[in-house]
């Protein structure tokens, strides 16, 4: 019990430790040499706005009692931020943050939920360096930038479910068939599932994206956009565009890992010594600790028309592999066993 603890309040203290970390750099690189003096007045401007509703809103607050006081608070914050979104304009820096912080945070989700829901600690990055998976980064820029449409447009919350459910679903589709297709690989498939629209694309996780995108608009991109606000400085120019330079390597070298582990697969050579550099250090090995949850070739799942999972070739027992040599039906305990397995 002393131990434990000891282990939280040490835990408590990294994280409080971090998050004073980033707070000290990101002020640091709102200092230095500024940008141009059109862009600093633009967002020197919206954060005026900003502060100016906010110093109305408190002082009306002000005259408020207990509970009424708390909420009239609340609501002065959020005409703020309202305030200043109306004056923010979406670029590439707030897109290259967004992505960065939206592929960190899906995949802890992700990992945390497929440890709360079925016990599993895998390594599920998409990416071959860093804790990174852009199916989130890319989810939570459009979302973010669908919800920032929205809200100039004053959608209604049923709108912006329709709206989020549609995108996830697109995005849910052609990243899962552009693995297949590219690299003959998949990391999730909805066959199994009775609602299942295609491969990847499923009733109830539309709901879940429609859900997700309807309190991305309203809760977390206002808040979101405002604390990362509008670049000044040069730091903070310099710096995202370090951090876009680095995504975008490290999404060519996870297609190109990914590229050369289908060539393998077919008996392909390495061609030149780039080729072999990446056989030796991104080697099948370390394809598959990696990436535990993709699976390439014939190690992806195959189903029966009532989606009942079937057993890989090694997982069948020699009488079952005898029959499918000779062209005979397998027997249905197997389907059966594979069903009550799921």
């Known amino acids: 019990m002393f131990l434990s603890l000891i282990f939280v309040v040490f835990l408590f203290a990294v994280i409080q430790g971090f998050v004073r970390v980033v707070v000290f750099f990101w002020e640091w690189l709102s200092g230095g040499d500024c940008l141009a003096r059109e862009r600093v007045e633009q967002a020197e401007s919206a954060l005026d706005h900003s502060e100016s509703v906010l110093a109305r ?21 959020n005409e703020a931020v309202d305030e200043y979104l109306d004056h923010l304009h979406i670029g590439w820096y707030q897109v290259i943050i967004i992505f960065f912080l939206g592929s960190m945070a899906g995949l802890l989700i992700e990992e945390v939920w497929m440890l709360a ?11 071959v ?12 820029v459009f979302l973010t930038i669908l919800s920032f449409f929205l809200r100039r447009k004053n959608a209604k919350g049923w709108q912006v479910f329709l709206a ?44 879940i994206w429609g859900l997700l995108g309807l309190v991305w608009c309203r ?3 206002p808040r979101l956009l405002y604390q990362i606000g509008m670049p000044t400085t040069r730091r903070q120019a310099v710096f995202v565009t370090l951090v876009a330079l680095y995504l975008v390597a490290d999404v060519t070298m996870t297609l190109v890992c990914f590229d050369r582990k289908t060539e393998r697969d077919a008996g392909i050579p390495p061609a030149n010594a780039f080729e072999e550099w990446v056989d030796t250090n991104y080697s099948d090995e370390f394809i598959a600790g990696r ?30 592999k005898d029959a499918g040599e000779r062209g005979e039906p397998e027997e249905q305990g197997a389907g059966e066993k594979t069903e009550m397995g799921e």
Do not use: C
């Open 164 to 207: 989020s459910a549609v995108v996830g679903g697109a995005l849910e589709q052609l990243a899962g068939w552009s693995m297949s297709t590219l690299f003959d690989a998949e990391s999730w498939t909805y066959l199994h599932l009775p609602d299942h629209i295609s491969q990847w694309v499923a009733w109830r996780f539309l709901l």
């Open 57 to 77: 809103e408190l002082a009306q607050a002000e005259s408020r009692r207990g509970l009424s006081r708390l909420f009239a608070r609340w609501r002065a914050s």
């Open 291 to 320: 990436f535990q949850n993709l699976k390439i070739g014939e190690n992806r799942d195959k189903f029966d028309e009532h989606g009942n999972l079937l057993p890989k070739e090694w997982e069948k027992k020699p009488e079952e």
């Open 129 to 140: 360096w860093g804790p990174f998976s852009p199916l989130y980064g890319f989810g939570a």
């Open 117 to 127: 829901t079925s016990g599993l600690t895998q390594s599920r990055p998409g990416l």
């Open 219 to 221: 809760a977390v991109t």
